[in-house]
């Protein structure tokens, strides 16, 4: 079991700012401040930390972070870990990006997409069985639902690709569309 030195009384620089911009930026994705900010504090850290000390570091209130760290664990960003002589739970974060690009990506999907089939799924039905629905309509439904689906398959497939793989092919970009048939 990782043994836990003596906690920092402030965070390096390049740390500090990395913290804070994953903060910001997890603001623009729709996740709370402080648990972008938690998240990246685990992520950098090279050893598990109790939820005390990541209050004292990030200056969050106590009940924040636990609130945070649960949201964290929701999505398997982040695990309970034990150490040896200590009663209070510790945290280490996923470190493997691909592995945590995967699991923000599947949170999201069950979260994002699959209710969004299912919506559109049940209004492309309804709107068939409806007269009043206008054929633009109808049609529209119907288009958003299979680019829903297809973004869902697609999806689906990325995840049977190895990592090593699929870091080749999203290197190949826009290179890839010359070893697809032209129209």
Known sequence: MPEIPDRPT??????ER????????????GVNRSVA????????????LAAED?????????????????????????????????????????TDLWEMVTRIAAG??????????????ACVAEAEGDPTVGAVAGRRLKVMLEFTETLDGWYAQ???????TLAKLIRLGAGIVRYLPVR
Do not use: C
């Open 108 to 121: 999201r999907k069950e979260r994002e997409i699959d209710p969004a089939i299912a919506a559109l799924r």
């Open 18 to 29: 990395f913290v804070l911009h994953w903060g910001d930026l997890g603001g623009q994705w």
């Open 37 to 48: 900010q938690i998240h990246a504090l685990l992520y950098l850290s090279d050893r598990p």
């Open 10 to 15: 402030t965070l390096p620089a390049a740390v």
């Open 158 to 164: 990325m995840l049977r690709i190895p990592h090593n």
């Open 54 to 94: 990541i209050a004292g570091t990030l200056g969050i209130a106590r009940s924040n972070v636990s609130t945070s760290l649960k949201e964290l664990a929701g999505w398997n960003l982040i695990r309970r870990v034990p150490v040896l002589g200590e009663r209070r739970d510790f945290y280490v974060a996923e």
